[in-house]
């Protein structure tokens, strides 16, 4: 335990050396920023800024770049030119200020309950045994903030069923869980929705969604479809070909728009309250 | 049978032997390592004939070369599933090959051969029994500053970079500690059978409850259990102890499998 301690106080200390956040920095920020993977241009001289307590969907096609960008903004991918900042501090490893949900890919699936999955990922990253091997005022303290994140996403009662056994609805909100433990301020959601069936997608959305305003967080909810998030969310994040487009619903799903970021002639068809985007073939 | 001093010996080197499986393997299974743990054991096969060949303790050539091969699968990183199973089939006949190779050089009797390949946990001394603790004490040391960060990064490996887990260290250095346990594990059940401690017990432990807490313990119970078990059966039986230590590890994994076992474990839980 006393080793895990003394690393956060390292880890402190290395964030201390940053500028100090002002008051009214925003929760993401990118300067001209560059991206590049082997060789790829994820994004090229792009420049946005999300806004405190804000909902927004990413979107883009397939391979265009919003896992690479959210790892960047974690710190895990490198900004190859330009700036990205957290909370006005530059991007960098284990800034607990992020929650992120990664992916679930088709990994196996432990044999684990749902309380030691996201027990787990409770302060992870420092050395020392796991966290319900702890005793007295620490163990207290990590299994009430075990409940809180259960609590947020109304999973208390899936805490004690093995996780192989949940439905994927249920491991979606386990992994949502595991993303707010310690109480971040800027949630990073890689494609929630997969996997899910039409009623499942609505309640992650809802849910997604009572938590921001709840904790008045700033989300990052990256997807295929933007359609289950109409509604909810503030503003769309396009991303591709190198660029990325930030800004209300209305105004960046147009077929001008999107047609240059996807590169090929892309109309935006209206109806019954959805949104359509057909490549003009 | 404890009036007997190698009887003594090798309850105490497998009592070492088990506690640090149980928790190794616990998280080889977790990790879906396990057939890493096989192919390391194949590796000190290699090792330990070579270190007879040059007149060194087949131990050092064991550590030696399980080490050097857990750090090389750690740092050559994650490949696909396919890919890793390809290497690891590779590396693993690859290594019999070069120990059978040592073997034929060495023209002594077959024993030595068997004593790698089955185990001979009877024939444990003193000074080895010194080594295995040493060793053993070592890893327990390691695991307990690594398996926090090792079971974020097992069960959320993307979560955990992104929280500043150092995936590759920690993966190496574990596989290195797997490395260890293996050749601790040779001394007892042989090259060949170290699945019986380091697998069995652990995926039988993941079973039968869903804690790592409870878990872990479980599994160095078990493997004591089972190792101790082999042993005194292996006294009245006149029987190989590996044999039994390999039948106690699938009988209770398979007992573990009956319907309606698991669901009675976690009422009581």
């Known amino acids: 335990m006393t080793v895990g301690d003394d690393l956060t106080g390292a880890c402190c200390d290395a964030a201390g050396r940053m500028p100090p956040p002002g008051p009214a920095a925003p929760p993401v920020r990118l300067d001209r920023a560059t991206i590049r993977i082997g060789g790829r241009t994820i994004l090229s001289d792009a420049s946005l800024t999300v806004s405190e307590g804000a909902f927004v969907g990413v979107l883009g096609p397939n391979g265009a770049g919003k896992t690479s960008l959210m790892r960047a903004i974690l710190g895990i991918v490198p900004v190859a030119a330009g700036e990205i900042s957290v909370f006005g501090r530059p991007v960098g490893r284990g800034n607990h200020d992020i929650g992120y949900m990664p992916q679930f890919h088709g990994r196996v699936v432990p044999r684990l309950d749902g309380r030691s999955f996201i027990a787990a990922a409770l302060h992870g990253e420092r050395w020392g045994l796991p966290c319900d091997w702890g005793w007295g005022r620490h163990r207290r303290h990590d299994a009430a903030e075990v409940d809180r994140v259960l609590a947020l996403v109304r999973a208390t009662h899936l805490a004690e069923r093995p996780i192989h056994q949940l439905s994927g609805g249920e491991r979606q909100r386990l992994l949502l869980a595991q993303a707010l433990v310690g109480r971040p301020r800027l949630l990073l959601l890689d494609e929630p929705l997969a996997s899910l069936d039409p009623h499942g997608q609505r309640a992650v959305v809802a849910l997604v969604n009572d938590i921001r305003r709840q904790l008045g967080i700033a989300v990052l909810f990256s997807t295929h479809d933007l359609n289950p998030l109409l509604g909810v969310m503030d503003e769309v994040l396009y991303v591709g070909r190198g660029a990325a487009r930030l800004g209300p619903v209305d105004e960046v799903a147009t077929g001008p728009v999107l047609s240059a970021l996807y590169g090929t002639p892309v109309e935006v068809i209206r109806a019954g309250g959805r949104i359509f985007v057909v490549a003009d073939t | ?269």
């Open chain 2, 1 to 269: 049978m404890f009036a007997f001093e190698f009887m003594r010996h090798a309850f105490a080197a497998t009592g070492i032997v088990a506690v640090l499986s149980g928790l190794v393997g616990y998280f080889m299974v977790l990790r879906g390592e396990s057939f890493a743990g096989h192919a390391l054991s194949h590796v000190g096969f290699a090792g330990a004939t070579g270190a007879l060949l040059l007149g060194v303790p087949p131990l050092w050539g064991l550590l030696a070369l399980t080490v050097a091969a857990g750090l090389a699968m750690g740092l050559g990183g994650r490949g696909t599933t396919q890919g890793r199973d390809v290497a690891i089939g590779l590396v693993l006949s690859c290594t019999l090959g070069f120990g059978l190779l040592f073997l034929h050089f060495l023209t002594t009797s077959a024993t030595r051969a068997t004593a790698l390949l089955f185990g001979n946990v009877l024939g444990v001394d003193g000074a080895m029994l010194g080594w295995l603790a040493l060793f053993g004490a070592a890893c327990l040391a390691a695991m307990a500053v690594l398996s926090r960060p090792l079971l974020f990064a097992s069960l959320q490996p993307e979560a955990a970079e992104a929280r500043g887990v150092p995936l590759r260290a920690v993966s190496t250095a574990f596989l290195a500690i797997v490395a260890v346990a293996t050749a601790e594990c040779v001394q007892v059940t042989g090259v060949l059978l170290v699945f019986a401690l380091m697998v069995g017990p652990a995926a039988t432990a993941q079973r039968l409850t869903a804690s790592p807490g409870r878990g872990i313990v479980l599994s160095v119970v078990l493997a004591v259990a089972e190792g101790w078990g082999g042993l005194a059966l292996s006294w009245w039986t006149d029987c190989p102890t590996s044999f039994w230590i390999s039948a106690l590890s699938t009988l209770a994994y398979l007992l573990a499998c009956l319907p309606g076992v698991r669901g009675r474990a976690r009422l009581r839980a």
